[in-house]
Every structure is written in C-alpha cells, then in structure tokens.
C-alpha cells in the first residue's frame, strides 16, 4: 500500500457494502459510509470504529443527483480527493421471493429500481470522476449481480435490467478513463447471505447447486477483490 487513500462505499450501513467497508478499512483506507438508512448507518460507523477504523458516516439517497453531489462535495471538503468508490448500494424487491411477470411490476417500482440500481451509481460517478482525474488516479467498482448476467427465476425483470445495464455502463466508463489512470469494474456476485438476499425464494434447491454447499458472505467479497492491488500503484 502506497499510504492511506479516499474510499466512499454505497449501501454501507448493512450487507455486502458494510464487508467491503470493513475490509478497506482494514487495509488503513478511510472509508467514508454512504447509506440512506440513518440508524443503519450509525450504527456501522460505531461498529467500525470500536474495531479502530477510519470511517465517517454519510446519509444520502444514491437516487438523488443532489444527494449524490453533496456527498462527495463533503469528502471532498474533508480530505481534497477521493480515490475508490465502490456503488454497492442497490435493491431488490421481494414477492414472495420470486419474480414477478413483467405485467404485474407496479410503475413506481419500475421506476425506483432503475433510479437506486442504474441511475445512482452514475450519479456518484459523474460527481466522482472529476476528483479521481484531478489526481490522475481512481478506483471504482461497480455491483452487477449474477442476475444481469444470465435468467434468474428469483429477481424481477426490473433488477435484471439495471444489473445488465451496470455491466454495459461499466464499459463505456472504463474506455473513457483508463488513460486518465482511472479503472472501473463491476463484480457480479451470486447469492450473498444478507437481508436482501434472505427475502428469496427456493434456498434449498439454489444451495444444492453450490459446490461449497453455503452461500457467500459479505466478507467473501471484500475479501475475494484484492483491494491491495486496487488501492497500490
Ligand atoms: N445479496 C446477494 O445475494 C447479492 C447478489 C448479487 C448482487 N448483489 C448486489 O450487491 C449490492 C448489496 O446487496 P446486499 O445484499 O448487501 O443488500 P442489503 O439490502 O443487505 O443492503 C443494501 C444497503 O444499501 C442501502 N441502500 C438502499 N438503497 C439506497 C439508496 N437509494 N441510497 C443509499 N443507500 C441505499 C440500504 O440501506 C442497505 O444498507 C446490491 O447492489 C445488490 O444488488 C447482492
């Protein structure tokens, strides 16, 4: 590691983000926890900080642009830069754990599913992004899911969309800012145990299909992505 860097994660206060928080964390970064859970997200930030980590709490809506803008503003203000974003945040609504006939998805549903999923973590990129060249150095990772990458019989056509989306979204940004010292990646895990995933159906028979026999944990994946090599050069 080449000194302590700037990290925002989305969707921290619970889940895959508050492992990847920690696991940044760990690695001496300062975190910064972006949620729009306040409770959730006090809660992490003293969790964290009674491990001895360096994380500050941010409340905010990824699905607000000027919610977005704020918060890197404010770690811009603390710090001067920010080197690594992780856009985690995301949902997926649950009935009765299985998706849904593309008929029967309520509008607003549609509409706040693109808007947390898809259009957030652009947000949070194009308010980034002119940090991250500024010092000719980023990071960002992106959250896809196995459900943008083949059918699942569990997320909603909705979820599936914003997941693909990341995926061709994700691109086009690494194109745009890889000469500018910037990578952008997306992971695409399968099935995580948190409070999202918990609201599915048909875990039996999923868990079969698993060759370790469990399902991932949020530390899996911030473990499995070697932060290190992310947050050197
Ligand atoms: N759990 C899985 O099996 C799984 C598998 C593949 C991909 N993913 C993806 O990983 C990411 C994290 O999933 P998780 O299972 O940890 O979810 P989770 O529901 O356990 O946690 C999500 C966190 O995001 C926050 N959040 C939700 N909407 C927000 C918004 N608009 N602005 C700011 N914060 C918001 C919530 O308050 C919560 O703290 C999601 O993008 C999800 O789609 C999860």
Redesign the pocket.
């Known amino acids: 590691m080449t000194g302590q860097r700037v990290a925002l994660v ?2 921290a ?5 508050y492992g990847v928080a920690q696991r940044l964390g760990a690695l001496g970064h300062h975190v910064a926890l ?4 306040a409770a ?1 997200l006090t809660q992490a930030e003293q969790a964290l900080r009674g491990e001895g980590l360096d994380v500050s709490a941010l409340e ?4 607000s642009d000027a919610s977005a803008k704020e918060a890197i503003a404010l770690v811009e203000k603390r710090f001067g830069r920010l080197d690594i974003l992780i856009n ?5 609504p649950s009935h009765g754990g299985y998706s849904q006939l593309v008929e029967d998805v309520p509008l607003e549903e549609w509409d706040r599913v693109l808007a ?2 898809l259009t ?1 973590t652009f947000y949070m990129c194009r308010h980034a992004l002119p940090l991250m060249k500024a010092r000719k150095w980023g990071r960002i990772v992106n ?1 896809s ?2 459900g943008g990458r083949m059918r699942s019989l569990l997320s909603g056509a909705h979820y599936a969309a914003t997941k693909a989306g990341l995926i061709g979204f994700t691109r086009v940004l690494a194109g745009q800012v890889g000469g500018h010292g910037i990578t952008a990646n997306c992971i695409a ?4 145990d ?4 918990r609201s599915f159906g048909d875990t039996d028979t999923y868990l079969k299909q698993l060759p370790v026999g469990r399902f991932g944990e ?1 530390a899996d994946i911030g473990d499995c992505q070697d932060f290190r090599v992310w947050a050197g050069g």
Do not use: H, K, Y
């Open positions: 989305t969707g206060a619970q889940g895959i983000g972006f949620d729009r859970d959730l905010g809506d990824v699905a985690n945040a995301g949902i997926s947390v999923n957030g959250f899911s196995q895990p399968g099935r995580i948190t409070e999202q995933s949020a």
